[in-house]
């Protein structure tokens, strides 16, 4: 049974979805508000999808049960991976990608995004989900999992378009993080659009207009 999810479409009989995972503590209401400034009008109908993640203890948050992707055992977040969460958050991904097709929208019309926790099992679930997705996009974030993707990596997904934006002042997800993941991922072959921009851990309007423009390509190249 698919995780419950915040939904929005934005005109009837949507052709195309996007999947958004939000971050460590939040909900799926979190983004819900991005939607009427990031959706463009010339855009075909679209199913904004935001699931709420499963309540967990989380280490680095003194054990409090939150709302999580998978556990955060530390500081230095890429060390000491929940591997185990991962996999099972990755596989809840594949369920909304699942139900959506079972909704009429193939994989191929579908986008994955995610911001911070929420956007790296955008990129580790996007890059190994079987069928071909339209773009993964990836917030504030980092590749977890990294030296298992190039063997794990889907055929399907193999050049698979992905946006990454950070803040050069982020200091949960440490920005020189992101750009490690950014040419891991490019040396496995993903064209990757990154964007840099003066800003903490958060989204800036400049991001928004930059990945309208590319959600906007996106759209057009899966018809």
């Excluded at 915040?6 to 979190?30: F, Q, S």
């Excluded at 099992?121 to 917030?139: D, K, M, N, S």
């Excluded at 980092?142 to 997904?157: D, I, M, V």
Aim: aromatic letters at 8%.
């Amino acid at each position: 049974m698919p995780l419950p999810c915040v939904e929005i479409e934005t005109a009837p009989n949507p052709r195309h979805a996007i999947v958004w995972l939000h971050g460590l503590g939040a909900d799926g209401n979190d983004f819900a508000p991005i939607v009427p400034e990031l959706v463009d009008r010339a855009w075909p109908p679209l199913r904004f999808v935001f699931p709420h993640a499963p309540v967990r203890p989380v280490t680095i948050n003194n054990g409090m049960p939150m709302r999580a992707w998978y556990d955060i055992k530390g500081a230095a977040i890429a060390d000491k991976q929940d591997e185990p969460g991962m996999r099972a958050s990755i596989a809840e991904l594949d369920a909304l990608i699942a139900r959506e097709g079972e909704r009429g929208i193939a994989p191929e019309r579908v986008l994955v995004a995610g911001f911070s926790q929420g956007g790296a099992i955008a990129l580790a679930g996007g890059t190994r989900h079987a069928g071909r997705l339209a773009g993964i996009v990836a917030l504030s974030t980092y590749l977890p999992l990294a030296e298992k993707t190039f063997a794990e990596r889907s055929a399907a997904n193999a050049d698979t378009p992905i946006f990454m934006a950070h803040g050069s002042h982020d200091p949960i997800v440490p920005q020189a993080l992101g750009e490690f993941s950014r040419d891991a991922l490019a040396s496995f072959g993903y064209r990757v659009e990154w964007h840099s921009y003066p800003m903490a851990h958060q989204v800036c309007m400049e991001e928004i207009a930059a990945l309208r423009t590319w959600i906007g390509a996106r759209l057009a190249a899966a018809g």
